[in-house]
C-alpha cells in the first residue's frame, strides 16, 4: 500500500526532528518562555514596533513597575498602553522626567539588573485541585442572578489573576500544564508588592489618563492604578466624595432604574458573589448614591472599555486600595 504524499512528508519532518534531538512544537509551546528568561532579561529595548507576543524583558519590567506600588494592570508582557502609563506616571513620581520609554535611570530606580526573583515556582495544593468552578457565566443577567455563584471558569483563569497575570502569559511559562494535578509546580510571576505603611488619605480619579491615585496626608502617591472611569453615555461624576464601606466579595444589585438597561432585563435582581460578579470582588461604596470604586471579571478591558460611570479596576488593584482606605477617604474626580 503506498504512503499519501502528505503523509510521507509530515513522517519525513518527525524523523528530522528527532535525529535533531527535539520535538516538535505546537505554536503556543514553540512561544513559550522560561523563568530564567524573564529573570535574566535586561532593560526592554526602546522601539516603535507592535509586540505581538509576550516579552520576557517586559514582564520583569511590569513587576517591577507594580512592586513599586505602580500598577501595570494585567501583567502579560505585552507593550501596552496600560504599561507605557505605568512608566510615564513611574517616571514623574520619581521626578525622572516625562515620557513611555525604561531609559537607563528608570531601569536603576526599578532595581532591574538587581533583580533575578520575577519568575517563581508555585506548587499546586490540594484546595487548588479541589476547587469546583462554574462552566459557563451567561451575559445576561437575569441568568446569572438564577445561579449560585460566578465564581471562576477555570484553573487557568483562577491562577492568572491569584498571581496578576493574563491567561496568556501563564499559558506562555507553562506550555504543557495540565493544572489539576496535586504538587503540579507552575511558574508564576512574583509581583511581591508590599502594601503602604501610611493609609490613602485622598483618592483620585482622573478621567483624561484613566488612573486611579492614592495619596498619603502629606500629597505624596502612594500607590497607582490604571482603571477605567465612566464613559460619555454613563459619565463619572464630578467634585469630591466621601467613601462611605468597603464590601469584600459582594453581590451586585442590579437596578435598571437607578443604574442602566442591561439587555432586555427592567426589574431590579441580586447576582451572586465571585470573582465574575460585574463588580468582581471588591465594593468601595461612595456618598454618591449607586457610584463606587470596583473590580471586574475581565482585568484585559482595563481603561480600554466603558464603564457605567463608576471607576473600575482589576480586581487585585481593587483589593490593595481596600486595604488602604477607610470610610472618610476623600474621593477627588478630575478631569
Known amino acids: 500500500m503506498s504512503v499519501p504524499r502528505a503523509t510521507f512528508e509530515l513522517l519525513k519532518t518527525f524523523q528530522v526532528?528527532?535525529?535533531?534531538g527535539c520535538a516538535l512544537l505546537a505554536p503556543a509551546v514553540a512561544n513559550a518562555l522560561t523563568a530564567d528568561e524573564v529573570n535574566r532579561s535586561?532593560?526592554?529595548?526602546a522601539t516603535k514596533s507592535k509586540v505581538t507576543r509576550p516579552s520576557a524583558s517586559i514582564v520583569k519590567a511590569q513587576v517591577l513597575l507594580a512592586r513599586q506600588g505602580v500598577s501595570p494592570g494585567e501583567i502579560d508582557g505585552l507593550d501596552g498602553d496600560n504599561y507605557r502609563k505605568a512608566i510615564d506616571q513611574f517616571r514623574r513620581r520619581e521626578n525622572l522626567g516625562i515620557g513611555e520609554i525604561i531609559d537607563a535611570p528608570t531601569w536603576q530606580a526599578l532595581k532591574g539588573d538587581g533583580s533575578a526573583d520575577i519568575v517563581s515556582d508555585y506548587e499546586m495544593t490540594n484546595e487548588d485541585i479541589k476547587t469546583r468552578f462554574v462552566r459557563r457565566i451567561p451575559r445576561d443577567y437575569a441568568r446569572q442572578a438564577?445561579?449560585?455563584?460566578?465564581?471562576y471558569r477555570n484553573a487557568q483563569e483562577m491562577f492568572a489573576e491569584r498571581f496578576h497575570m493574563s491567561e496568556g502569559l501563564l499559558r506562555v511559562l507553562n506550555p504543557r500544564m495540565h493544572y489539576r494535578k496535586r504538587e503540579e509546580t507552575l511558574h508564576v510571576v512574583s509581583v511581591g508588592r508590599t502594601l503602604p505603611s501610611d493609609?490613602?488619605?485622598t483618592v483620585e480619579a482622573d478621567k483624561t489618563n484613566g488612573i486611579v491615585r492614592a495619596l498619603d496626608a502629606t500629597g505624596k502617591v502612594i500607590a497607582l492604578y490604571p482603571a477605567t472611569i465612566g464613559s460619555e453615555d454613563t459619565p463619572s461624576p464630578d467634585g469630591e466624595y466621601q467613601v462611605i464601606r468597603v464590601v469584600k466579595n459582594p453581590t451586585y444589585h442590579y437596578d435598571p432604574v437607578k443604574n442602566f438597561q442591561q439587555g432586555k432585563n427592567k426589574r431590579r435582581m441580586v447576582l451572586p458573589r465571585g470573582a465574575n460578579n460585574p463588580v468582581g470582588t471588591i465594593w468601595i461604596e461612595l456618598s454618591k448614591p449607586t457610584f463606587g470604586i470596583h473590580g471586574t471579571p475581565e482585568p484585559s478591558r482595563i481603561s480600554k472599555a466603558s464603564s457605567h460611570g463608576c471607576v473600575r479596576l482589576t480586581n487585585w488593584d481593587a483589593e490593595e486600595l481596600a486595604r488602604i482606605v477607610r470610610p472618610g477617604t476623600t474621593v477627588r474626580f478630575l478631569q
Open 42 to 45: 535586561g532593560r526592554p529595548p
Open 146 to 151: 438564577r445561579m449560585k455563584r460566578l465564581g
Open 17 to 20: 526532528a528527532l535525529v535533531c
Open 199 to 201: 493609609e490613602a488619605r
